[in-house]
């Protein structure tokens, strides 16, 4: 089945530790994204990329890094210095633009991070 | 930056009773997206609109893009309880914004049976 896949579903960091999260995606979509919710908020933006081998910073970068070699692929790292990292985090990916407009993204199930 | 504003936060209702909700943006938008998100789970797309004055339905769901193109609503008529869950606007403004969705903070929905 097409879709996106992140893993793990939990994850724990202890301080200090940096922890990567997994996202693939199998349905050709060229744009990929990633979110954190916190309880009560929508969903902030963290990176997003629109082509292999390049991503944007979005609104709460600080304390992320990613990667895109791949189209497939679109892992985050929440590195040590993200000092609030406990959040449910979400990976969505789209077609990218159309003669629609902008396509809607589609998400995978998220990880739960949550500090030691 | 661009905001969404969603209302309300919260909603309890009865089983088989109509619903309406509605985002409004301090920017226009090109498209605008209604999800659904259940405990645990990713959001799941419901309605995309992309013209303003566009009404779209997707089974008991209907949603609208406002002429203003600063606002949307979604209507669920006849409740049943799996409706329950969180219900999100988003809109994208298009342009340099290329691809980045602004998202409302949620309507809460809870149908008792």
């Known amino acids: 089945d097409g879709g996106i896949t992140q893993s793990p579903k939990y994850l724990f960091r202890k301080e200090g530790q940096n922890v990567t999260l997994s996202c693939e995606q199998n349905?050709?979509?060229?744009?990929m994204y990633w979110y954190r919710q916190d309880p009560g908020q929508g969903l902030r933006l963290i990176y997003y990329?629109?082509?292999?081998?390049?991503?944007q910073k979005g609104d709460i970068a600080e304390g992320y890094s990613v990667s895109r070699e791949k189209k497939e692929s679109f892992p985050l790292t929440v590195t040590s210095a993200q000092k609030n990292p406990t959040a449910f985090y979400l990976c969505?990916?789209?077609?990218?633009?159309?003669?629609?407009?902008?396509?809607?993204?589609?998400f995978g199930d998220g990880t739960r991070l949550s500090i030691l | 930056g661009q905001q969404l504003n969603q209302s309300p936060q919260s909603m309890f209702i009865q089983e088989g009773e109509d619903v309406s909700m509605n985002c409004t943006s301090s920017?226009?938008?090109?498209?605008w997206l209604w999800y659904k998100q259940e405990p645990g789970e990713g959001p799941v797309l419901l309605i995309a609109?992309?013209?303003?004055?566009e009404l779209t339905s997707n089974g008991r769901l209907t949603a609208q893009f406002g002429i203003t193109r600063k606002d949307s609503f979604l209507n669920i008529s006849a409740s049943i309880p799996s409706d329950v869950g969180i219900y999100f606007c988003?809109?994208?403004?298009?342009?340099?914004?290329?691809?980045?969705?602004?998202f409302g903070q949620g309507t809460i929905l809870t149908v008792h049976p």
């Open positions: 990329s629109q082509i292999v081998n390049d991503f």
């Open positions: 609109l992309y013209k303003a004055g």
């Open positions: 988003a809109g994208n403004a298009g342009g340099t914004s290329y691809g980045k969705l602004t």
């Open positions: 920017s226009i938008f090109n498209t």
């Open positions: 349905l050709n979509h060229d744009a």
């Open positions: 969505a990916s789209s077609i990218g633009e159309s003669a629609l407009g902008n396509q809607p993204q589609h």
